[in-house]
């Protein structure tokens, strides 16, 4: 039982810990999958009565632009659902279909800093293909970029969002802010 309460007490400082510029490296640990399982579990209980009956379809999203003006920024993927929750200042600001990593190609679980953003950015490894409103959180090529939706996970590794969401999205975050993918 003790080692439950401890493994318990990690997840709660993991995922409540906000990156700062020092500690901008992925975590892709055991105790940072199961953090990220667990808040993206809370994402979607948190969501479920704000979004109500709304059923989004691929590329839907959900925008709540009365929400706080300021504050730190945390992501939160569920690759299950293939959905992204976005929270500011501890507030749930959006809600999207994503496409994620497919299989051969999966996008990593885990804690990620935001490490780079560009407008438009051309991947390196994929013909070039273009990454509007990029933001990488590896350094082997994944971010969150504005892309295509089909309703299933169908992207080299990286997390697709709706055009108009990964605009809102890249509007109000920065460099640090915290990418949770579970």
């Known amino acids: 039982m003790k080692t439950f309460a401890t493994l318990a007490a990690a997840i709660a400082v993991a995922v409540a810990t906000p990156c700062v510029a020092a500690d901008l490296a992925p975590d892709e640990s055991s105790t940072a999958i199961m953090a990220a399982a667990s808040a993206v579990a809370a994402a979607r209980d948190e969501a479920a009565p704000v979004l109500g009956d709304r059923d989004l379809k691929p590329g839907g999203y959900w925008w709540n632009s009365a929400g706080p003006s300021s504050g730190p920024v945390e992501v939160r993927v569920s690759l299950e659902e293939q959905r992204a929750y976005v929270y ?5 600001m959006g809600v999207s279909t994503i496409s994620s990593g497919k299989p051969g190609k999966d996008t990593p ?3 990620f800093p935001i490490l780079e953003k560009k407008t438009m950015h051309r991947s390196r490894k994929y013909d070039n293909a273009p990454m509007p409103f990029m933001q990488r959180i590896d350094n082997y090529g994944i971010a969150l970029h504005a892309g295509h939706i089909p309703g299933r996970p169908a992207s080299h590794g990286c997390v697709r969002l709706p055009s108009a969401f990964a605009a809102k999205l890249f509007g109000i975050t920065k460099v640090g802010d915290r990418v949770v993918i579970g």
């Open 109 to 111: 679980p885990g804690i």
């Open 88 to 92: 500011r200042a501890g507030e749930l």
